[in-house]
C-alpha cells in the first residue's frame, strides 16, 4: 500500500507542472487484478473455522458427550469391528448427531468470517481516526489540483474519484486507505504536495496510488494486513474450555501449534499478497507516466520510502514491502516475471490440503450417509480449484512475460515450490489432526505420515507441471482460448489429485493398494476430464500461429496445418509406436492364449501396461527431440522456457511470426510437451481401440466394462505416468535438448522408437514387470475400505476401585487333584484359561486390552481406602498359588470417550476361600458411602449379587468427573464369586453410556462355569 515519498529527489528541476502527458499505455486499462490471493485467504480463514470448531465441540462435553454415546450405540447396532470399522448402517444410524457437528463447524466458520468482516471495517477506520488530526491542517491547492488532472486522466471521476489528505509529521510516505461504502482517501506526506510542480517527483507516486484505487481493493488490503491475529484467539475458545475443565493436555497442545502453523500461513500469504500488489500498482504507474521516472526514484533512495537493505530470509517471508531492488527489477520487465514464484507456490500447496482437510470433516459430518464418496470428490475439486485458481493466472503470465521480452523463465520454482507446500502441509495434517475429527489423512505414525507427504507432494507437483502446459498454450492464444484452457487445467488437477483421499484408508494393506490402483482408480468416472488437456492442446497446435517460418502473418490454412502434421516425425513415431505396441499385444492372445481366469487377469494388465508405457516413450521421445526447421538450424530455446539465444540463421527463431510486438519465438520444454502430450495419448489411445476391436472381431467379450478395462486403464496409468515425468522433465536446463547434444538425429527416430517398443513388449507381455500383476478382488470384499473416523485420547478414567485386586506376583505351586471338582486348586495355565473364556460372552466387536498395574493414587477419606484398595483381600495374600487374567474393552469411540471395559481375574489359592473375605469386603462397602481418587468422584451403591458359586458379592459405583457442561459420568460393578479355593472378580466399567447388566451376567457365569472344565 505504501509508494514512495520522493521529496527531496533530484534529476527533475523546479519547473511548472504541465499537462498530463500522453499514455504509454491504455488509459482505460486496470492494474492487475489479483482475486486468486484474496481466495487462498478466505480459504484459509476457514480451515481455521473448522479447527476452532473441532475443538470447541470437543472441549464443550454437553455436545461432545451425546456424539460419543450414540457413535457406540451405533458401532455395536451394526456389528463395526476393527476389520470393517464401518459396516452398512452405521452411517445412516449416526447421520442425526453428524449434522448437528456439522452445524458446530459451520457456525465456527461463520464467526472467524465475521471477524474477518469485522476487521474490514475496524483496520481502516482506525487508521482514518489517526489521521483526523491532520485534516484541514495543511493545504495545498495546486498539489490539489495536479492531483485531480491525474485522477481525471486515470478515468477515476464523480464518486470513483477518492479523496485527498496532506499530512505532516509522522506521516512520511504515502498511502491509501478506504472505508467500505465510500471513497478511499489518498494520503500524501506534505513534503511531497509541496513538490507538484515536478512531474518526475509527484506524478509516479500519485500515480502508484490511483492504482491500488483502480484495483478497488484498498478496503480488502487494510484488512489483510490484522487477519494473522485471527487464528490463535479463534481456537483459545475452545482450548480455553478445556484447558478449564481438564488442565493442559496434549490435544490442547496440538490444537494451538497447528492454530500457529495457520497463522503462520496466513502472514505468509497476507505478506505475499501485499507485495504483489506494490509490484503491480509499480508497473501500472511506470506505464502511465514520464519514462524511467519511478525507477529513478527507487534508484536515488533520496527521500524513498523503502528499505534498501537485504533483509534476511524470514523477514522477507513476512515483508509487507518489496525491497528497492525488487521493484526495480520488477519495472525493467513487460509483466511480472515473479509471478508464481517458490514462496507462491509453497502458500498454495499448504493451503491446498489444510483446506481440503477441514472440508473433509465438514462434509462427512454433514451428509454421514455419503461417507464413502462425497467427501472425496469436494476435498479432490476443491484442492483442483486452489491449486488452479491459485497458479494458473501467475503461470500464464510468466509465459506471456517470456513470450513478449524473451527472458529466460524457468519453471522448477512454482512447481517445486508446491510440492513443498503439498509435503509441509500434509504432514501437519497428519502428525497434528483436527482433535476428535476424521482428517484427510487417516493413518497416525510417522512412516505413514511421510509417506502421504510424498505421495500428495508427488501428485501435486505434477498437476502443476500439467497446469504449466495450459500457461504456455494460453501465452500463444487469444482471450477466447482461457475459459478452455482453465476448464482443462482444472480438469486434468480433478484427475491427477484423486488418489489423495483414497490411499489413506488402504495404507495398512499393499495388496488393497495394487488392487485399489489396477481396478477401482481407472473405474473413477472423473479421471475423464483429464483428456480435455490433450485435446486443448492438439487444437491449439492446429488452430494456433506457427513459430517457425512460414508466411509474413504467421498464418496457415487448415489444409496446410493437416499435411505438415501428417508428414512431421511426430506422426510417424506415433504410428510405429502403435503398430508394435498392438501388435505384441494381439500376437500374445492369437499365439498364448490364456488357460485359465488368473492367467487371464494377468495378460490383461501386462496389455494395459504395454499400452501406457506405449505412450510414455512416445512422450519422452517427441518431447526431448531436436525441433528442426526447413533449413539445417534448431531452436535452443522456448518463448516460455527460454534457452541461450538462437543464431539468425536458425529458421525456428525468425522475427515477425507472433502477435505485434513480440520477439523471437522458439521452441523450450514447455512448448515440446505441449505439442508430445497429444502424441502419447493418441499412441495409448490407438493401440487400446486397435485392441479393443481385436477382442469384438474375434468373438471375444465387448461390452461396456470390457472396452473400459481395454481403453480406459491403459489412457488412466499414462495420465500418472505423465503426471510423475513432466515436473522432471520441466526441471531440465533450457538449451540442452538441441542436435549438438541430443544422440539421435531426427530421422533416426522412428526406428528408435520402435526398438524401444518391442523391448518393452518382450518385458512386460514376457516375464512381466514384478508387482504389476494383480489378482481379482474376491467376490463381495471391497478393494476399499470406508474411512473410519479417528479417535482422540480419552480423558483417564480409572477403573472400578476394588474392582481388580492389586497386581501381585503369581506364585506357582504344584497341583493339587485331578478330578473335575470346581473348586479344585488350578494350576497358572488354567486360570488363565477360566479368565480368557469370558471373551465367548463377549460381542465380536470387543478388543483385547493389555493388563496394567493397579494405579496408586490417593483416596480421599481415608476410610475408604479398604474398599477402594481392596484391603479385605489382603488375609488371601499369602495363600495365593495360581492367578489369571483378562482385560476387554469396546472399540473406542469417535471422541475416545463412550467406552466399556471389563476385567476378570481367577485366582486360586491352597485353602479354601473362606466366607469372612465376604463378610469383610460388605463392611467396608457399609462404611464408605462416596470417596474420591485421581480426580474422580465415586459414590458407593449396591445390588443383589448373582447367585452363583458358594457365595458371591457385588458392590456397585456411580462415577463422575468434572462440572458443569464438562460433567463425564460412568457405572461401574464389581461381582466376587468363591468357589472352594478359587475366587472369581469381574469388573465392568461403562463410561459416558448405561453399564449392560445382561453383558454382565454373561461373563460372571461364563467365568464360574469354566471352572468346571478348566
Not at 487377469?601 to 525441433?627: C, E, F, I, N, S
Amino acid at each position: 500500500m505504501t509508494a514512495t515519498d520522493p521529496a527531496g529527489a533530484s534529476g527533475a528541476g523546479s519547473v511548472d507542472a504541465g499537462p498530463v502527458g500522453a499514455f504509454r499505455r491504455d488509459p482505460a486499462a486496470v492494474p492487475e487484478r489479483l482475486g486468486w490471493w484474496y481466495l487462498l485467504v478466505v480459504a484459509a480463514l476457514g480451515a481455521v473455522g473448522v479447527g476452532a470448531g473441532d475443538l470447541y465441540f470437543l472441549a464443550d462435553r454437553s455436545r461432545s458427550l451425546p456424539w460419543a454415546v450414540v457413535f457406540a450405540a451405533c458401532e455395536r447396532a451394526s456389528g463395526a469391528t476393527a476389520a470393517n470399522p464401518v459396516p452398512p448402517g452405521f452411517t445412516d444410524c449416526l447421520a442425526a448427531p453428524a449434522r448437528q457437528r456439522a452445524l458446530v463447524l459451520l457456525v465456527a466458520v461463520a464467526v472467524v468470517l465475521a471477524g474477518a468482516a469485522v476487521l474490514l471495517v475496524a483496520v481502516p477506520a482506525a487508521d482514518l481516526w489517526r489521521l483526523r488530526r491532520h485534516r484541514g491542517r495543511f493545504t495545498v491547492e495546486a498539489a490539489a489540483r495536479r492531483f485531480g488532472a491525474l485522477c481525471a486522466a486515470e478515468q477515476l471521476t464523480g464518486r470513483d474519484r477518492p479523496r485527498l489528505l496532506i499530512a505532516g509529521p509522522p506521516v512520511r510516505q504515502a498511502f491509501t486507505v478506504g472505508l467500505v461504502g465510500r471513497r478511499p482517501t489518498v494520503v500524501l506526506p506534505v513534503g511531497l504536495a509541496v513538490a507538484y510542480r515536478d512531474p518526475h517527483r509527484f506524478d509516479p507516486v500519485v500515480r502508484h496510488e490511483l492504482a491500488h484505487v483502480r484495483a478497488r481493493d484498498v478496503t480488502w488490503v487494510a484488512a489483510v494486513r490484522a487477519l494473522v491475529w485471527l487464528p490463535l484467539p479463534a481456537v483459545a475458545v475452545g482450548g480455553l474450555l478445556e484447558i478449564g475443565a481438564f488442565g493442559p493436555n496434549a490435544v490442547v497442545a496440538g490444537a494451538f501449534l497447528r492454530a500457529g502453523l495457520l497463522a503462520g500461513l496466513v502472514a505468509v500469504l497476507a505478506a505475499a499478497l501485499l507485495r504483489a500488489r506494490e509490484r503491480a500498482a509499480d508497473r501500472y504507474a511506470a506505464a502511465g507516466g514520464p519514462a524511467g521516472a519511478l525507477t529513478a526514484l527507487l534508484r536515488s533512495g533520496v527521500g524513498v520510502g523503502v528499505d534498501r537493505r537485504s533483509p534476511a530470509l524470514w523477514r522477507r517471508l513476512f515483508a509487507r514491502h518489496p525491497t528497492a531492488a525488487e521493484r526495480i527489477r520488477s519495472l525493467r520487465e513487460p509483466a511480472d516475471r515473479r509471478a508464481g514464484e517458490l514462496v507462491q507456490g509453497v502458500a498454495v500447496g499448504a493451503v491446498a490440503v489444510v483446506t481440503m482437510a477441514a472440508v473433509h470433516e465438514l462434509v462427512m459430518n454433514g451428509h454421514y450417509p455419503a461417507l464413502g464418496w462425497l467427501p472425496r470428490l469436494v476435498d479432490v475439486w476443491v484442492g483442483a480449484v486452489l491449486i488452479v485458481g491459485g497458479l494458473l493466472p501467475s503461470l500464464r503470465r510468466r509465459a506471456a512475460t517470456a513470450r513478449r521480452s524473451g527472458a529466460t523463465v524457468g519453471w522448477w520454482r512454482p512447481v517445486a515450490g508446491t510440492g513443498v507446500g503439498l509435503f509441509v502441509a500434509t504432514l501437519g495434517t497428519a502428525w497434528l489432526p483436527l482433535p476428535g475429527g476424521a482428517d484427510l489423512f487417516l493413518d497416525r505414525g510417522a512412516t505413514a505420515s511421510l509417506a502421504f507427504a510424498v505421495v500428495t507432494a508427488v501428485l501435486g507437483a505434477g498437476a502443476v507441471g500439467l497446469c504449466v502446459l495450459v500457461a504456455a498454450a494460453l501465452a500463444r492464444s487469444g482471450a477466447r482460448w482461457w475459459f478452455a484452457g482453465y476448464a482443462s487445467a482444472l480438469g486434468v488437477t480433478v484427475a491427477v489429485l484423486w488418489p489423495v483421499p483414497g490411499l489413506p484408508p488402504l495404507w495398512h494393506d499393499p495388496d488393497l493398494v495394487r488392487s485399489w490402483l489396477a481396478y477401482d482408480l481407472p473405474a473413477t468416472g472423473w479421471l475423464l476430464p483429464a483428456l480435455g488437456l490433450p485435446a486443448l492442446l492438439a487444437l491449439r497446435g492446429l488452430t494456433g500461429r506457427r513459430p517457425t517460418g512460414g508466411p509474413p502473418n504467421g498464418r496457415r490454412s487448415a489444409v496446410t496445418r493437416v499435411r505438415r502434421v501428417a508428414r512431421s516425425t511426430r506422426v510417424r513415431v506415433v504410428a510405429v509406436a502403435v503398430l508394435v505396441c498392438t501388435g505384441g499385444a494381439v500376437g500374445q492372445l492369437r499365439l498364448a492364449p490364456p488357460g485359465s481366469l488368473d492367467e487371464a487377469v494377468a495378460d490383461a494388465q501386462a496389455r494395459w501396461l504395454l499400452t501406457a508405457l506405449a505412450g510414455g516413450v512416445v512422450l519422452l521421445a517427441t518431447a526431448t527431440r531436436p525441433r528442426s526447421g526447413t533449413g539445417a538450424g534448431t531452436a535452443a530455446g522456448s518463448a516460455t522456457d527460454p534457452g541461450p539465444a538462437a543464431t539468425a540463421s536458425s529458421p525456428d527463431t525468425a522475427s515477425g511470426c507472433g502477435p505485434a510486438g513480440s520477439g523471437p519465438i522458439t521452441w523450450g520444454m514447455a512448448d515440446r510437451l505441449g505439442r508430445a502430450l497429444p502424441a502419447a495419448v493418441a499412441t495409448t489411445l490407438g493401440s487400446a481401440l486397435l485392441q479393443y476391436l481385436d477382442a469384438v472381431l474375434a468373438g471375444r467379450s465387448a461390452d461396456g466394462p470390457a472396452f473400459r478395462l481395454t481403453v480406459g486403464n491403459p489412457l488412466v496409468w499414462l495420465l500418472y505416468l505423465t503426471a510423475l515425468g513432466v515436473p522432471f522433465l520441466l526441471l531440465s536446463r533450457p538449451g540442452r535438448v538441441d542436435r549438438r547434444r541430443w544422440p539421435v538425429p531426427a530421422r533416426s527416430l522412428p526406428p528408435v522408437v520402435a526398438l524401444t517398443t518391442v523391448t518393452l513388449t518382450l518385458l512386460a507381455l514376457g516375464p512381466g514387470v514384478p508387482g504389476t500383476r494383480v489378482p481379482l478382488p474376491a467376490a463381495g470384499t471391497p478393494s476399499v475400505p470406508r474411512s473410519q473416523p479417528t479417535a482422540a485420547a480419552p480423558p483417564a478414567l480409572p477403573t472400578s476401585p476394588g474392582g481388580t485386586p492389586p497386581g501381585r506376583p503369581t506364585a506357582v505351586g504344584p497341583a493339587s487333584g485331578t478330578s473335575s471338582v470346581p473348586g479344585r486348586r488350578l494350576t497358572t495355565a488354567e486360570a488363565r484359561a477360566v479368565s480368557r473364556a469370558a471373551r465367548s460372552a463377549l460381542p465380536g466387536s470387543w478388543v483385547t486390552r493389555p493388563v496394567t498395574p493397579e494405579g496408586d493414587d490417593p483416596i480421599e477419606p481415608a476410610d475408604c481406602r479398604p474398599l477402594a484398595r481392596s484391603g479385605y483381600l489382603d488375609r488371601l495374600r499369602s495363600g495365593e498359588r495360581a492367578r489369571g487374567e483378562a482385560r476387554y474393552a469396546t472399540l473406542p469411540g469417535r471422541l475416545g470417550i463412550a467406552s466399556t471395559t471389563v476385567a476378570v481375574d481367577v485366582t486360586s489359592y491352597a485353602e479354601p476361600v473362606p466366607g469372612a473375605v465376604f463378610a469383610a469386603a460388605e463392611a467396608a462397602r457399609t462404611a464408605c458411602r462416596r470417596f474420591t481418587a485421581g480426580g474422580v468422584r465415586f459414590t458407593v451403591g449396591g445390588r443383589p449379587a448373582p447367585a452363583l458359586g458358594e457365595q458371591s458379592w457385588r458392590v456397585d459405583y456411580a462415577l463422575a468427573v468434572g462440572g458443569g457442561r464438562s460433567r463425564i459420568t460412568g457405572a461401574s460393578v464389581l461381582v466376587l464369586v468363591r468357589v472352594g479355593h478359587n475366587l472369581v472378580a469381574v469388573s465392568v466399567v461403562a463410561v459416558a453410556e448405561p453399564l449392560d447388566e445382561r453383558l454382565l451376567a454373561d461373563v460372571v457365569t461364563t467365568v464360574v462355569d469354566a471352572l468346571d472344565r478348566p
